[in-house]
């Protein structure tokens, strides 16, 4: 508000600003008012031709509006749209949103295999990118690819022991960052391994503490 009505001559610290409100709300929970907030900011950013706030809007985090309302396809249309806009020389952070989304949404729709191979073919361009040095990047990345493999252990059985070894990997990963979020997405990921591993009452217990994890940080979402 204070951007919006006080201050002229800064559009890129405005359109950053609503880019992040507009994702704290996804991640609270909020899915009916982000739907409507990104609506709204869509519109103003195609008349004033924000190319950054349009792609900001539509690739990542925006896709849980559509798989909220299940349907995965609107989704990888919107993504896909967006980033035929931008550019494709290196590996920038819109890539990387990029490579979020619809490895969750091959996880929503049960393909597994797809996710993991998704994720560990694009793995080495993150990792060269240096996004990596950013602890909200590397946290949320670790927690994709572990559920990437837990999900294509669902699917391959026979290498289920292996691909829980790689989620175990990233969940000691998440666990050294010592960032309550962090231990909530650890939590998740050990639950995962545990009944992957026919231990039901574990994985149980290891999801209610992740979900007090998510409720001390407001991430409703994940709770």
């Known amino acids: 508000t204070l951007l919006r009505d006080h201050c002229i001559g800064h559009p890129g610290e405005l359109t950053i600003a609503e880019l992040f409100g507009f994702w704290a709300t996804l991640v609270m929970g909020d899915i009916a008012q982000a739907r409507e907030r990104g609506s709204y900011l869509l519109r103003e950013a195609d008349d004033r031709r924000d190319l950054y706030a349009n792609v900001g809007l539509r690739v990542g985090l925006p896709h849980l509006i559509w798989l909220a309302q299940d349907n995965p396809e609107r989704g990888r249309r919107e993504s896909g749209e967006a980033m035929q806009l931008w550019s494709h020389r290196g590996f920038l952070v819109q890539h990387v949103f990029d490579l979020l989304a619809p490895a969750q949404m091959d996880i929503y729709e049960g393909e597994g295999q797809g996710a993991h191979r998704r994720v560990t073919t694009d793995w080495p361009f993150l990792s060269a990118s240096l996004h990596m040095r950013v602890r909200v990047v590397r946290t949320v990345m670790w927690s994709l690819r572990g559920r990437c493999a837990l999900s294509a252990a669902l699917e391959r059985p026979r290498e289920a022991r292996h691909l829980a070894g790689l989620a175990r990997q990233d969940a000691r990963r998440l666990r050294k960052e010592r960032t309550r979020y962090a231990t909530g997405l ?16 574990q994985a149980a217990a290891l999801l209610c503490a992740a979900e007090i994890a998510f409720d001390a940080q407001d991430m409703r979402l994940h709770a």
């Open 186 to 201: 650890a939590d998740v990921l050990e639950a995962g391994i545990a009944a992957v591993e026919g231990r039901p009452a």
